[in-house]
């Protein structure tokens, strides 16, 4: 497809041609790409906290004890391991269902788009001679005056005019038309490649938050759908990071599948934008099960819902509070769910609990071996 605009007084927009876009590795198609992508980045990530917390190398920023995690968690590894790859494979056959949904993804067209937006700059100045005259100030004396010396804040103030940026039409040295700023095109690139896209990912974030607070809810206040689904995702009374999505079944199906292909849908992001928010919310899944404070992990950081106050829903003393995740905590905020109080008794009474099974358990075992060198 070709396409060309030109509108009067206006630079005209540039043809295009779309085409199909390639793949974005070339070894792998964008189909399977997306598929596997956000799984890679689970066990990436996960593989590293799993080395942290196997030689202990940051105690100091631990949330739990060692012995913690093998005296109150009610599943083994394995069965954490598990049942993980087992949603894995649920989410990677809905992700190809998914996947189905949605055209072939088209390329080209991008320099036309980016003119679109610079065109809608250069119309929008032409408000600007009547927002200033609301203020007493003449935009067009003060373009005059400065016209010599800044003619692009001059042709601004003047409504978008600028007779000076002239270029010509495929090459042709005798058809001159109007030409865009240098400026307007870096604020339509702008607007284009980054404002947009970060809205909608902005969107998508907050579409799977309010999908999986108020799912994640209904899980804690319905008995039979917590005895039956989300209590196991409890038996980590104390998680870990490959532990995230230690779900059953239904519930990784309902509240993570299902509710990251329906903020993915209310965004309307591209496959491409798609693949970066399913890797990007991955990842901050895996690091709000980490069972770290690291002060130098950026996404514990940049909102207040991180590993350390998701820790505290899996606490029983904070298990019916905090159940925003995985990005803001707006919810828990407006609806009266987030945990308020000092959480450091709470913790310190854990660790101690766990320390004294530990202390049984050696000295029941130093007793055994007793008798038995006695006999």
Known sequence: MANGTVAANLPPLPAYETRPMPDLLPFISDFWLSLVLPHIAYWAVSMFFHVIDVYDLFPQYRLHTPEEITKRNLASRYQVARDVIIEQIIQIVCGAALSLTEGQQMTGMEAYDVAVWATRIRLAQRALPAILGVVGLNAAAISKNIAASHPLLAGALAGGHYPFLITTVDGVAETHVPAFATWELLVAKAIYWVIIPGFQMWIAACALDAWQYFVHRAMHLNKWMYTHWHARHHRLYVPYAYGA???????????????????????????????????????KTVDDHCGYALPWDPLQHITSNNAAYHDIHHQSWGIKTNFSQPFFTIWDRWLGTMWKGDTKLRYERTRMSAGQKDDKKNAAVATANGKAEAK
């Open 245 to 283: 999505l230690y779900n059953h079944p239904v519930e990784g199906l309902v509240m993570d599948t299902l509710g990251a292909a329906v903020a993915y849908k209310v965004a309307m992001l591209s496959p491409r934008l798609g693949m970066a928010f399913f890797v990007v919310s991955m990842i």
